[in-house]
């Protein structure tokens, strides 16, 4: 008998603001058909001034909880996953904490930029099967639209904000790959690549806030790569085959990369679930809000199995592998 991290409920929030690229047009030497051709982005959802990482983050969770018919009495702890937080501190997890009402358990942030929900999960379910903690919320929230340099095309077009959350419960498996819950994860990281994809400053430096910088060709370059090896990885850490896999949830940065690693898996395009054309990349965000919508539309049912992976600032980059 194991512990496993069952996920009970998903969850998601998105701005009500809708920016059109051709919106973008307007202010930026770009257009909808090079956007969409080069990503499959079609739009984005962009934060109302209260709509914070912790804001967003709180709405997320509350919606999780009511998919799980869980109270905020039933969590033990919060990780959420920022890369835009609030403040300095706390972290925005405490705030999301407050927000909910939560009077007891922990709450902590956790960086990895587009990679962050899938760190974030791993150390739930680290906590969860050690007896740290017997549930948790995993949240990934994110406003990217505060550290975009608006008058880069490169970089510009290409980010949304949102939140996505996941409630998790520890239930009983055999250690199976047929068990329900968390089967495991793959983390990686390589520092010296820290500078292809980062924010040129920070809330530590009074000089400079910081925007998002980006090689956009080298990240490419890496991700079909690292995530390529990160699915074969989890997919050989069960000893399943990747025919077993029932869905992809990928990070949403660029169709061209979910279509890459849809074709190692040997998936047909209705098993990926696909948000960036709606969304676009919002980082830590993208993959528990694309979880969110394909349980909650019931695509993805009880018993299936997922495969999440993402790649991110760091780099960071790495897998999971869920029985829901
Ligand atoms: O979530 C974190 C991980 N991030 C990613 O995974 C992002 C990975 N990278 C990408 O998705 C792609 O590299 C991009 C979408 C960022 C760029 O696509 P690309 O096919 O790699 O284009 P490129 O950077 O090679 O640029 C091609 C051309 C350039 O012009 P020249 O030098 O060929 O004359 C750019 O200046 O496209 C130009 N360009 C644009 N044109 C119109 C760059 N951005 C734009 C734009 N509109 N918004």
């Not at 009495?73 to 919060?78: E, F, G, K, R």
């Not at 008058?151 to 959350?165: E, I, K, M, P």
Request: proline share 2%.
């Amino acid at each position: 008998m194991v512990i496993r991290s069952q996920i009970i409920g998903a969850g998601g929030y998105l701005p009500a603001r809708v920016v059109t690229n051709d919106e973008l047009a307007k202010q930026l030497d770009t257009s909808d058909a090079w956007i969409q051709e080069r990503t499959g982005i079609r739009q984005r959802h962009i934060a109302a001034p209260e709509e914070t990482a912790a804001f967003m983050g709180a709405a997320a969770a509350r919606s999780a909880l009511r998919e799980a018919g869980a109270g905020v009495d039933d969590v033990d702890a919060i990780v959420l996953a920022t890369t835009t937080p609030d403040q300095a501190f706390p972290a925005t997890a405490v705030r999301v904490q407050a927000l909910l009402g939560m009077k007891r358990g922990f709450a902590f942030d956790v960086s990895a930029a587009c990679s962050g929900f899938i760190y974030a999960l791993a150390v739930a379910d680290a906590m969860l099967r050690a007896g740290t903690a017997r549930s948790a919320l995993v949240i990934g929230s994110e406003v990217y639209s505060r550290i975009l340099d608006w008058s880069d095309r490169s970089t510009a077009v290409l980010f949304g904000d949102g939140a996505g959350a996941v409630y998790l419960r520890a239930g009983k498996g055999e250690g199976l790959g047929t068990d329900r819950g968390v089967l495991s994860t793959h983390l990686h990281s390589q520092g010296e690549l820290g500078d292809i994809l980062y924010v040129d400053g920070a809330v530590g430096r009074r000089d400079r806030p910081g925007t998002l910088v980006m090689n956009g060709r080298e990240v490419f370059r890496h991700a079909v790569v690292r995530l390529a090896e990160a699915v074969d990885e989890a997919l050989l850490a069960n000893g399943l085959d990747r025919g077993q896999v029932d869905w992809l949830v990928p990070h949403q940065a660029n169709m061209r990369i979910i279509e890459a690693m849809r074709r190692k898996i040997a998936l047909r395009p209705e098993q990926v679930v696909v948000t960036v054309d709606r969304h676009a990349n919002t980082s830590a965000a993208s993959i528990p809000l694309a979880l969110a919508e394909a349980v909650g539309d019931g695509r993805i049912r009880s018993g299936d199995l997922v495969l999440m992976e993402a790649l991110g600032g760091g780099l960071t980059w790495g897998s999971a592998l869920v029985r829901l």
